[in-house]
């Protein structure tokens, strides 16, 4: 059980990172221990993979201590541009 | 070194945060089984010589300490590196007790005689082959969702590659942690250089690019 719900991550991570979009999902029916997130952010810009990551990490690094699993797909508007056309 | 009784929170901090790995047993004085585990703790005190040290504390006088390590009953063992938990045996069963203070010892000693820091193993283990998994359980056997799943994904290139039990490692699961800013397992290395996880991993297929990236 932590204390974070899906729109106090979403509110989060649109702040640290200036998101134009974001969405997390809880899927721990509610507990809280589980959530996967879709971050698309001008933040991630000339980074690798990993670097996008530990950015989304370091930004979460206090609820990720409570939280048991997060997993993410982080996108640049231009890499998100061509998720959503396919 | 023989068991030494603790009787105040400072005593017993100053153990358990020692560079020694200690070994805590949790009684009672009217427990008679709690006789048994420290007469054993005394004999495993004079094999393991000075690589372990022994304490042994009134459970009920400690009523803090012993929630904080949920002491549901007495004797429990607990062994202690560095001031984290890192095994435990509830009841008498004197054989898990001498074979975990054994393999601590053991382990004890492998450190001293490498002269080996632990960012010096870190860098050891995840350039041990060019492709390492550190994941919770083993291939055979993966004990998390996503080890699982990474497993699957990295049997199906069929690259040879090896792997971690972060769980029978508590020093490692931390440690790495920090070493490589990475918080969560399965972690997946190339020529001792960070991949991802299982997020990046997938990602990696979908792209195209695993193969590749983890050939090196």
């Known amino acids: 059980m932590s204390k974070y719900d899906s729109k106090y991550l979403e509110e989060k991570l ?25 971050i698309v952010s001008p933040a991630f810009s000339g980074k690798t993979l990993l670097q996008k990551h530990r950015l989304v990490n370091s930004t979460l690094a206090e609820e990720l201590k409570e939280i048991h699993a997060f997993s993410q797909k982080s996108y640049t508007p ?4 061509k998720v959503k056309a396919q | 070194m023989p068991v030494v009784n603790v009787s105040a929170a400072e005593e017993y901090q100053k153990y358990i945060n020692a560079d020694k790995t200690t070994v805590a047993l949790f009684a009672a ?25 022994f304490i042994s504390l009134n459970a009920e006088q400690f009523p803090d300490i012993s929630m904080k390590h949920q002491i549901e009953a007495v004797p429990t063992v607990i062994f202690f590196a560095k001031g984290s938990a890192v095994d435990r045996v509830d009841g008498v069963d004197i054989a898990a007790i001498s074979a975990k203070s054994k393999k601590l010892a053991e382990s004890a000693s492998s450190a001293a ?31 998390c969702g996503f080890s699982k799943q990474l497993i699957g994904i990295v049997n199906e290139t069929n690259l040879p590659y090896e792997t971690f ?34 997020d990046i991993i997938k990602e990696l297929l979908a792209n195209n690019e695993l193969e590749s990236t983890l050939k090196g």
């Open chain 1, 78 to 81: 231009e890499e998100w541009e």
């Open chain 1, 14 to 38: 649109k702040r640290e990172l200036q998101t134009e979009y974001v969405s997390v999902t809880d899927e721990s029916d509610g507990c809280g221990g589980k959530f996967s997130a879709v």
């Open chain 2, 165 to 198: 039990d972060i769980l029978g490692d508590e020093e490692v699961r931390q440690g790495l942690k920090t070493y490589s800013d990475w918080p969560t397992y399965p972690q997946v290395y190339v020529k001792g250089e960070l991949i991802g996880g299982l």
């Open chain 2, 113 to 143: 005689a490498t002269g080996q820091t632990l960012e010096e193993r870190l860098k050891a283990l995840i350039n041990k082959a060019p492709l390492m998994i550190f994941m919770k359980g083993d291939r055979n056997g993966p004990r």
């Open chain 2, 29 to 53: 004085d009217w427990a008679e089984q709690c006789g048994q585990v420290k007469d054993a703790l005394e004999e495993l005190a004079k094999i393991t010589g000075e690589k372990l040290q």
